[in-house]
Structures are given as structure tokens and as C-alpha cells.
């Protein structure tokens, strides 16, 4: 189904009026309304933006939206009091005065459009990782959303657990000593998610009749239909994701992030025996080098996917059986070991040490959040309070995870200057750093 360019005209038109007229949600800066619901529209509700909906049943789902009906059918049936769209560009510009916040948990390439749209017309905004696709619409939903004055929420899930608060304050503890290598790794190919391919371009296939192709591309190019894209792989291809290393760092790597406080690298190498193509490769390694920040010492932070794995690390038991994904934070004191997607269960590797930390733990520092990840930006909504993944920081970690992919997507290892939103060492790669929406999605 192709969407013809007239009506896209009127919808950009549409979304003018919604910027213009609705400024300012119903719950504004300041306001409090503990005994209101929200109103939340939920764009992208099959696969994981399923979780975002069932995150917000207690408030009043209004608008469900999907460009795949048959995909979102089961969400469509468990709010059916909600009004249904195919395009978020209709949905805000008919509804924009009835909804107070949105959820987004679409395919990367098409988060800044949305989310940029939404933004701009006062909406809170609840968006799935990495923020965007390109660092430059990172940057700019940065602005929007400080210029905009809502509260902002990216869904890397692990923020707001306690496992991630332990790590932070471990470290500000001295626990670790000082930090100077960080290894996170997934060492195969989820299942559903990535898949090797066998064709690269795609077969091509007929589109289902019950999906919106044109509408799901949004501002990436034009081409056929290929079952190797939906409903989510996706994810491996550069045109429309971020790779493994998108799709797991904000979660792997979020709590060394933030513990050791890295910002931006000021080098990214990337190793990988194969030459890159359109498709995200299963062998590489990324290593990220930031410098000293204050007290804290220069750290390299190496990243590890598909058959490439962390070596032998000084201090660590041969015997020691390191799960298919997680993290290591080595110190000069202590190593610090997260297993899994997320830093649910942090420990110490030495057994001494962990023994005694678990004997005498240290005070907590840091609020816990009371709930889910969803529930921390709904009550961050209705208290005018900032949430811990706003799109500041979580733009930050998005960045990285971006930056890696870049690299193996280019097969090039390069110096970055933050900053000057330049690559000084290979400035041919400059142009990755944007995206050329087609025609009628350029949403700058």
C-alpha cells in the first residue's frame, strides 16, 4: 500500500496545525494531576512496543497505532476502547488535543520522525533504544525535548533497577578501585532477531495485504518487500537498524556508562575479518577509547559480538563461566561482573571481596524507582520530575551504540571529535552521520 504524495502534503500540513494549536500538554511544566489519568497514544505496538502498552494500562490508552494490522491485532483487542491509526501523522494531527503522552517502539530508522513530530507538539514522549538512527536526529530530539519542556523516558529497562544503582554506587564507593577496562559482549545471534542471511540484497515477496510497506519504510528509501525485513529482523539491516550492538549496548553496557561517567570516546577501532555489507556482521569487535574525566582514568571499553569473545583477562579464573551476554568492569581493586542483557545481578569476582561486601553492604545513595521502567515516566509526567534514561543521558548511550555501528558498517576505524559532530580521521564518513529522508519525512 503506497501512500501518494498528496496525501502526504496534507499531512505535513496537518502536523503544522497540531505544533501550532497544542503547545502544551494537558498536564503542563508545573502541573500536577495525581488523580487525572493520562491520555497516552501507543505508536508501534506489535513485538516489544507491546510491552509499552501493557507498562500503561493503568492510565487511558486513547490511541493505538501500527502500520501492520494483523501484527498489532492482539494490543488493538486489549484496549479496544482506543481509537485505531496506520499513520502517527493522522493520529496527532486528528487527536492531537486529546492525548497527553506517546510511546514509541518502532523500527529505528523511523524514531526520529515520530518522536520529532510528537515533540513538537508538546507531547511526553516514551521511546524505545537506541533514540535514533543517526547521531545527528540524536542531537536533535535532544533539543526538541528540552526546547519542548516535557519529560522524556528512553526505553533501555534496566535503568531503573535496583542492580544498575548498585553498580553506580559500588563505584563512587571505591569498590572497584579505578575502572580502566570495560569488556560486554553477546556472543550469538538472537533468535527472530538476527538471522544470517543467505541473499544480501533480499528476495523480494508480495506485501501482505494487512501492511502498510510504504508507511513502514517512512523516510527510507523506497524498495520491494522482503520477508527478510519483518516483523524483526529488521534490526540487522543498516538501513533500518542499529545492529546486535544497538539492539544490546544501551542495555549491556548502560551501567559502566553511568558509573564511570564516560560521555563521548574520542576513538572508536573496529575489528572484523569480512567486509561489511547492507547486513550487520556476526564476528566483530568495537573498541572505544575515552579519556581521563576529572579523577576518573582513561578507559577503553571493548565490545564483542557473534564468534568474537572477550580474551583471558588478567585476574580472572579460567574457571570462571561467563554467560552468553554480560559485562565486566575491571578495576585495580576489584572486577565486577554483570551476567545477562542487563545488570540485574552485579557481583564481585573475587570471592573474598564479595563475601565481605555482601556481609557489610554499603549504605545506598541512590532513590530506588518504585515500579516499572513505564511507571518511573508516568509518575515522572504527573510530578514534573526528570526520569533517570531522559533523553539526555539515554541520547548519550545512544550515541555510543551508534558510533559502533557506524564503524562496522563502514569497516573503519576512526577519530571523533563529539563536539564538532565531525570524524576528523575519515571525513568521507561524515555523511553517516545524517540521514537523507525521501521526500515528503524530512521532520528536521
Known sequence: ???????????????????GSFALPRFSIGQTAAS?????????????????????????IVALCDVD??????????????????????????????IDAVTIATPDHSHFPIAMM??????????????????EEIRLLQQAARKAGVITLMGNQGHAKDGMRLVKEWTDAGILGDVTEVHAWTDTPVKNFFEVQSQIPPATHPVPD???????????????????????????????????IGDNMPHTLDAPFWALELGSPHKVEVEMPQQPTLYDTFNAKVTFHFAARGKRPPVKLF??????????????????????????????KNTLYAPGLFADSPRLLDEASWTELRANPIAK???????????????????????????DYGGALSELAVLGALAMQSGKSFEWDSAKLDITSHPELNPMLRHAPREGWDFR
Not at 510528537?118 to 521511546?127: E, I, N, R, S, T
Request: include cysteine.
Open 1 to 19: 500500500m503506497k501512500t501518494h504524495p498528496a496525501h502526504r502534503r496534507t499531512f505535513l500540513k496537518q502536523a503544522a496545525l497540531v505544533t
Open 36 to 60: 487525572s489519568k493520562l491520555r497516552i497514544a501507543c505508536i508501534g505496538i506489535g513485538g516489544v512496543g507491546a510491552n509499552a502498552v501493557k507498562g500503561c494500562l493503568s492510565e487511558n
Open 69 to 98: 494490522e494483523k501484527y498489532a491485532a492482539p494490543l488493538f483487542g486489549l484496549v479496544p476502547t482506543a481509537k485505531r491509526f496506520r499513520d502517527f501523522r493522522e493520529m496527532l494531527s486528528k487527536m492531537g488535543d486529546q
Open 118 to 135: 510528537a515533540l513538537k507538539a508538546g507531547k511526553h514522549v516514551f521511546l524505545e533504544k537506541p533514540l535514533a538512527h543517526r547521531i
Open 210 to 244: 494487512t501492511l502498510a510497506w510504504d508507511l513502514w519504510l517512512g523516510p527510507a528509501k523506497a524498495r520491494p518487500f522482503s520477508r527478510s525485513y519483518l516483523p524483526m529482523l529488521w534490526r540487522g539491516w543498516w538501513d533500518f537498524g542499529s545492529g546486535m
Open 303 to 332: 565490545w564483542y559480538q557473534g564468534s568474537a569473545q572477550p580474551p583471558q583477562i588478567p585476574g580472572i579464573s579460567e574457571k570462571t563461566k561467563l554467560d552468553s551476554r554480560g559485562m565486566l568492569m575491571v578495576g585495580d
Open 365 to 391: 545513595t541512590i532513590p530506588r524507582v518504585k515500579g516499572s521502567h513505564y511507571q518511573e515516566w508516568i509518575d515522572g509526567i504527573r510530578t514534573n520530575t526528570p526520569c533517570g534514561s531522559n533523553f
